[in-house]
Structures are given as C-alpha cells and as structure tokens.
C-alpha cells in the first residue's frame, strides 16, 4: 500500500514538471524569432523603407496643401500662394523667396509647381513639388547651391534658421553636395543620393 502511494506521488511530481516545461515554452515563443520578447513590430531600423536611393522613407506629400500641412506639424507654414502670386506680391521686395517661377518651365529642374508661405519668424519658406527628384538633385548641385531639404518628392527651402532647426524632427534630409571647406561632422548619417557627389545626411548646416 505505501508503494503503490509512493509510486502515484512520483507520477504526479513528473506530470507537473512536464507541464511547466511546457508552460516555459509557450512564454519564449510569444516573442519574435530574435527571441528578444518583442512582437510585431520589426527590430529592423529605417534603412527597410521606400525612400529611394538612401534606403531612408522619407516624407511625401501629393500635393502643395498637404506640404503646408506637414509643415505645420514641426515649424510654421502660413498663408500659402503660388510662387507667381508671390513673386509679384510687396513680400518679394523685402523677403525674396528661393528659386524663381521659371524653375517650373525648366526640364532641367524637374520642378511641377512652386509655392511661398511665411514662418512664425515672418521669412519665407520656399515650397516645391519635384515630378524628378534626379533631375533635381543634379541641376542643385551643377549651380552649386550649398545645401536644402528633401523629401521624396518634394523640397523646401526654410526661410529661417531657426525653422530649419524645428525641421530637424520631420524626417526630411539635407542634399549636401562635396565641400571641402564645410565637411559634414562625424557621427551624422550619409546615404547616397541620386546624383554623384552629393549625399543625403541628417546633418543640418545652419
């Protein structure tokens, strides 16, 4: 009689052991298969995205209103016009706004549409909508412009440096082309851009 209790005990303490073994399991298999405990999202960075030639998603807007939109999420974008309406506004005579109208009329630019609006700081920020963003780069970097910001398919030139520095957090990159004489720092991001000789880096140049 005490054997066979003996015996039922021992199988008792082995169906519990088995079960927590599995209990253990299912606990490790509800992370990813890196085994780290997370799940769902990637562990992977940002290098995955679909931004192009830097490997980075950068940020993309269909049309001018969703540019002043984005705009507006980090820095200022106020009272939009087209680049025609601005340049023959009294601002163009006290705050000239980057590039020129004709931009939009030059395949060598690759520019759909052009369009100003105003910073908190009353400077204008230069808006543009590019349908080939290689085209662009290239000709940039041709008239030896130092540098700008870039989105997938569209570009803004910040009237101010200080709404340059609120850009930082947006996701948009600077086209820095070679500079001996103003190098980027170590330690910031450089991934290839369209064009060669040019890179695009998270350094903002003030």
Partial sequence: MRLRRAITVGALLLMSASMTACGGDDDKGSGN?????????SASGGKGGSGGAAGTKLPEASDMASVAYFLNKYAS????????????SNYMDTDPS??????TQDPAWGVKERAVCMD?????????????????????KNKNYRNI???KDFVVDPGDAQTQQELKTSGLVTLYCADPEHPIPSGFKQEPSQVEGCVLTDYYAS
């Fill in 33 to 41: 298969s890196d085994g780290d405990g997370r799940t769902g999202a």
């Fill in 77 to 88: 974008c106020l009272d939009l016009k087209t680049g025609a309406e601005y340049d023959d």
């Fill in 98 to 103: 980057w590039g020129e109208e004709q931009m």
């Fill in 120 to 140: 908190k700081y009353d400077d204008a920020n230069t808006l543009l909508l590019v349908s080939d963003m290689k085209k662009f780069q290239a000709t940039f």
């Fill in 149 to 151: 910001l870039i989105g």
